[in-house]
Each structure stands twice: as structure tokens, then as C-alpha cells.
Nanobody, 130 residues
Framework: EVQLVESGGGLVQAGGSLRLSCEIS???????????IGWYRQAPGKEREGVSC????????YYADSVKGRFTISTNTAKATVYLQMNSVKPEDTAVYYCAAEVNTVVPEKILCRYPMDYWGKGTLVTVSS
């Protein structure tokens, strides 16, 4: 079974940087032809939103408008780990960040980060102070 564990959250000052990691077990990039993986966040009192997602059938990752130019999603395929590099963070980036994955499915590009992923981590809290 696919399991995801996030790490790297913490307290950071506005304008600073943070890198989140998502270690995926029960999954390798070589073994699965079709997959989608993404980072999501949920701030207090707000709905969960897709931050950045990528899939095996989409050339470029998706980024929410609110993080474009500041956040970067990347992978270490050998370690089955997905990262979210967060630069120039803002207080409004404060949220619990979750990693999610869908396997054996071709997720349409138009709904990449809105697809109901099957597998979710427990989240890591990011707090940005002003």
C-alpha cells in the first residue's frame, strides 16, 4: 500500500525559505507508469487547496496562482521523495501542508490538482510569522 510521510514544516519568518519533503513508500517511479502526486494545504477556517501537482502524463507541473514564482516542486526518483521548495514565504502561506498521490490512473491535466487523490499523508504544519 502506498503511504506518504511529510516533513520539514516549522516556523519561518516572512521572506524566508523552507523545504518540505514527502517520502513515499509502497511506490517507485519506475514501477508505476501512471501516477499523479501533489502538495496541498489547508489554512485554519479555509478549504484545502492544491498548491502544486505533477503527473506522469503532464509535461509541466501545476502551480496555484498564489505560489507561482515562489514555490517549486521536485523529485528524487531514487528515493521516491517529492519536495516543495518554498521561497519568499508570506504569512498567508501558513497552513498544514499535505502530500497526496494517485497511482494507476491517468489524471487529466485540466483537473490535476483537483483530482480526488487516493493516498494522503498526515500533514506538516508551516507557520509564517510577519
Amino acid at each position: 500500500e502506498v503511504q506518504l510521510v511529510e516533513s520539514g514544516g516549522g516556523l519561518v519568518q516572512a521572506g524566508g525559505s523552507l523545504r518540505l519533503s514527502c517520502e513515499i513508500s509502497g511506490f517507485t517511479f519506475d514501477d508505476y507508469h501512471d501516477y499523479a502526486i501533489g502538495w496541498y494545504r489547508q489554512a485554519p477556517g479555509k478549504e484545502r487547496e492544491g498548491v502544486s501537482c505533477f503527473s506522469s502524463n503532464v509535461e509541466s507541473p501545476y502551480y496555484a496562482d498564489s505560489v507561482k514564482g515562489r514555490f517549486t516542486i521536485s523529485t528524487n526518483t531514487a528515493k521516491a521523495t517529492v519536495y516543495l521548495q518554498m521561497n519568499s514565504v508570506k504569512p498567508e502561506d501558513t497552513a498544514v501542508y499535505y502530500c497526496a498521490a494517485e497511482v494507476n490512473t491517468v489524471v487529466p491535466e485540466k483537473i490535476l490538482c483537483r483530482y480526488p487523490m487516493d493516498y494522503w499523508g498526515k500533514g506538516t504544519l508551516v507557520t509564517v510569522s510577519s
